[in-house]
């Protein structure tokens, strides 16, 4: 039976669903996958950190109602915040790297996920800035260290895009992808069709645990052209960063706006769309849309998302599921462990060959 030690770098939202799917799968995920993980540390901003490398039980990180500091009332635990100490030094196989995505410069995660690699930890994140922004050199540092570097969970939460689109539709020739990467603004214009106001809206998104800490970057587009950008230059090749990326949210629509385009029979999407050019370029754009009722996007609702990658063998592939969410995202994270399990099974099995 393996057991991974992980690490948990930051606990908010995701992190303590992934906690929480530990305390009530582990058995099963054992005789299912192969493996069962155990949390050996954790590090939040407000909670503090701690290090356990016997493993701290899950259940009782997330019942227990820690206010500001309370990991140094845990054993082995500090009131103070020390991602560098616990990437570094904790017993840990893989780090679970899943606070604030930065959209200007990553950090501090893309420091997160490196000094994991140099120290030869499998990193998995759903934290969209280091893979927007360090996506290249970060694999780089994995490859050389004989580690991974995962981040499913980057792109429509739990719904597996990435691996999806490059483990079975290679030799397809992706041409472009368009698509409603933002679970929140779906979810805000739906509840505005429905007559809620845009704040109400963005609140209960909030409350659902959909938006970013800054929910500007969800109504903005910031959060899309993240995306935009992590799809691109994985599934088209391109070296895209935020700013070539042109970017329009969803903040400027009024109610009336929404009124008339559902009178129409239409419907506002804050599309993200990328397409590569004739003379090879790739370009990227997110803005809002008035898709009529009939476009494959415009019956996505609530948080979830869709993208429809444009191939030259098949045409449009649509990939539909979760965009947003606590459990679905945690999802993304348990998805990209069982990808370094399957990594680490098929390289026993070559040595054995
Ligand atoms: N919630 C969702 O549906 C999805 C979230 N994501 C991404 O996953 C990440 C986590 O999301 P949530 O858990 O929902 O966010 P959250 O805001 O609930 O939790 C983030 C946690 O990270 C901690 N944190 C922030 N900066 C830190 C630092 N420098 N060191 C240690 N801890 C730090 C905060 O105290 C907080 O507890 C974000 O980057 C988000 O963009 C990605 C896909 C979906
Ligand atoms: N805030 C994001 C979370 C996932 O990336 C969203 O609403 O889609």
């Given amino acids: 039976m393996t057991v991974y030690n992980i690490a948990l770098i930051g606990f908010g939202g995701v992190n303590r669903a992934l906690a929480e799917l530990i305390a009530a799968k582990n058995q099963l995920w054992e005789r299912d996958l192969g493996f069962r993980l155990n949390i050996v540390a954790v590090s939040d901003l ?34 103070e915040t020390d991602n560098e100490t616990i990437i570094k030094m904790a017993p840990a196989d893989i780090i679970v790297e899943a606070t604030f995505t930065n959209p200007k410069d990553g950090e501090p995660a893309v420091s997160h996920c490196r000094w994991a690699l140099e ?73 505005m069709e429905s007559g809620l106001d845009f704040a109400s809206a963005v609140k209960e998104a909030q409350e659902l645990g959909y938006a970013e800490a800054d929910p500007t970057a969800d109504v903005e587009g910031f959060d899309v052209r993240l995306k935009v950008v992590i799809l691109a230059n994985e599934l088209l090749g391109a070296n895209l960063k935020p700013e070539d990326v042109t970017c329009k949210g969803i903040s400027g629509l009024s109610a009336s706006d929404i009124e008339q385009a559902a009178k129409a029979g239409s419907r506002w999407k804050l599309v993200g769309s990328s397409v590569r050019n004739d003379d090879g370029s790739v370009t990227g754009s997110v803005a809002p849309r008035r898709l009529g009722l009939d476009h494959p996007l415009a019956g996505v609702n609530g948080a979830t998302n869709a993208v429809s990658l444009d191939t030259e063998l098949l045409g449009a592939v649509t990939i539909t599921g979760p965009g947003a969410g606590r459990i679905e995202t945690a999802y993304a994270l348990l998805s990209d462990i069982v990808a370094i399990h399957s990594a680490g099974a098929s390289a026993i099995a070559k040595e054995a060959a």
């Fill in 46 to 79: 407000y909670l503090g950190s701690v290090i356990s490398p016997n493993g701290l039980d899950a259940m009782t990180l997330i019942e227990a109602k820690f206010e500001k500091g309370g990991f140094g009332q845990l054993s082995g635990g500090n009131a």
């Fill in 119 to 191: 120290t030869g930890k499998h990193v998995v994140t759903t934290n969209k800035g280091p893979v927007a922004i360090a996506a290249q050199a970060l694999k780089a540092l994995a490859t050389a260290n004989g580690v991974r570097f995962e981040y499913e969970g980057a792109v429509m939460s739990g719904t597996p895009v990435i691996r999806m689109a490059e483990n079975t539709l290679a030799g397809a020739e992706l041409k472009g992808f368009e698509g409603i990467l933002n679970g929140t603004s779906n979810f805000v214009l739906g509840r």
